[in-house]
């Protein structure tokens, strides 16, 4: 009981940071998951990562597959829960006064002043999870066809990340 707990506690505190998106989380999820609580290794929280790619919600899934290896069914169940509780209660709470909210300046000003900072901790946790997984040319060069083919195609994100697993699956 005492482990659920402690989940619904972390989770609770990660879903009141979440909201905006889930990509800022990253260095905080890794802090938490690999290198606090020892839940997962790097390689299984990178996995996690790119497996969570291929879902509706991506990062709320591995919180889901962390709670499940720290705590099994009701860990991943507590930890679903709690991810999204902050976000629901807020969502209640603006979409109630949404047409008064919009129209204030400070509230505006304040959103415009967090995209700048977003941005960096999205950059900052790309570049920690690039120099941990980033190891020989094979990964480089399948680097740059997956930024290509994001950036300048129309191809769906799950096919690139499947492609890029059976490319990691035929060279290895």
Not at 4 to 26: D, P, T
Not at 57 to 78: D, I, N, S
Request: net charge positive; hydrophobic share 60%; glycine share 12%.
């Amino acid at each position: 009981m005492a482990a659920l707990l402690m989940i619904a506690w972390i989770y609770l505190r990660i879903g009141l940071m979440f909201v905006g998106g889930g990509y800022v989380l990253i260095p905080l999820l890794n802090h938490i998951m690999v290198e606090q609580y020892h839940w997962l290794t790097l390689r299984q929280f990178l996995d996690g990562l790119a497996l969570s790619q291929l879902t509706p919600g991506p990062l709320a899934m591995l919180a889901t597959f962390t709670g499940f290896r720290a705590g099994g069914f009701p860990g991943a169940l507590v930890a679903t829960v709690f991810i999204f509780l902050p976000c629901v209660v807020l969502m209640l709470i603006i979409g109630r006064n949404y047409h008064r909210l919009k129209n204030i300046d400070i509230i505006k000003n304040t959103l415009d002043g967090l995209l700048p900072a977003v941005v960096g901790l999205v950059a900052a946790a790309a570049w920690n999870l690039g120099a941990s997984s980033l190891a020989g040319m094979q990964e480089f060069i399948t680097l740059a066809v997956g930024f290509a083919l994001f950036k300048w195609t129309k191809i769906t994100p799950m096919f690139v990340i499947l492609g890029a697993g059976l490319v990691g699956m035929v060279l290895h």
